[in-house]
């Protein structure tokens, strides 16, 4: 998987076949911005404003219309349409930020959402078992996924070529690479 997972999640607390995109991290600016603390920050999904559900802490469905953009550094700002006030951006800190899946577009060759490959088998083509994929990490040019199972912790950098086939009954890898725990 050389360019790397999409990050999103399933959404606890949401209706099944809901994503979570990331979340609300703080206030930005006396017109009603937000911070967004977002799993994929390079996505252009929120470019343009789109419907979204918020989940406060307590697990409270909102929907509201939301878009974002660049701020300053590595910051993601957000404008939810309706909110106007730092008084209004500050009672959203903490919610959870979710998208129904068919919103999401397509992912591109060689490219998978977290949400569709977390907690599948994973083996190599020669049938060595390296139990589920339970976590992606960034590790710096390339994600690196963990693995658990009988035989403990794996990990694979992905790097092009390591990720043969994802299918609902499992993932195959070349087994180049894998580091043991």
């Given at each position: 998987?050389?360019?790397?997972?999409?990050?999103?999640?399933?959404?606890?607390?949401?209706?099944?076949?809901?994503?979570?995109?990331?979340?609300?991290?703080?206030?930005?600016?006396?017109?009603?911005?937000?911070?967004?603390?977002?799993?994929?920050?390079?996505?252009?999904?929120?470019?343009?404003?789109?419907?979204?559900?918020?989940?406060?802490?307590?697990?409270f469905?909102?929907?509201?219309?939301?878009?974002?953009?660049?701020?300053?550094?590595?910051?993601?700002?957000?404008?939810?349409?309706?909110?106007?006030?730092?008084?209004a951006?500050?009672?959203?800190?903490?919610?959870?930020?979710?998208?129904?899946?068919?919103?999401?577009?397509?992912?591109?060759?060689?490219?998978?959402?977290?949400?569709?490959?977390?907690?599948?088998?994973?083996?190599?083509?020669?049938?060595?078992?390296?139990?589920?994929?339970?976590?992606?990490?960034?590790?710096?040019?390339?994600?690196?996924?963990?693995?658990?199972?009988?035989?403990?912790?794996?990990?694979?950098?992905?790097?092009?070529?390591?990720?043969?086939a994802v299918?609902?009954?499992?993932?195959?890898?070349?087994?180049?690479?894998?580091?043991?725990?």
């Amino acid at each position: 998987m050389p360019r790397g997972t999409k990050r999103s999640s399933p959404a606890s607390g949401a209706p099944s076949g809901d994503v979570v995109l990331g979340r609300i991290s703080g206030v930005f600016g006396l017109d009603g911005e937000v911070r967004l603390l977002l799993h994929n920050p390079g996505s252009d999904l929120l470019d343009r404003p789109r419907e979204v559900r918020l989940l406060s802490p307590e697990g409270f469905p909102r929907s509201m219309r939301l878009s974002a953009r660049r701020g300053a550094g590595r910051r993601i700002l957000g404008r939810i349409e309706g909110v106007d006030g730092p008084e209004a951006a500050a009672a959203l800190v903490g919610w959870t930020v979710v998208i129904g899946r068919d919103a999401l577009p397509a992912p591109e060759p060689e490219s998978w959402y977290l949400h569709d490959v977390l907690g599948r088998p994973v083996h190599t083509v020669t049938g060595r078992d390296l139990g589920r994929l339970v976590a992606v990490h960034q590790g710096g040019p390339v994600d690196v996924w963990e693995m658990t199972g009988s035989n403990g912790t794996t990990w694979l950098p992905l790097l092009a070529g390591r990720v043969l086939a994802v299918a609902d009954d499992g993932i195959v890898v070349s087994g180049e690479g894998i580091v043991a725990g």
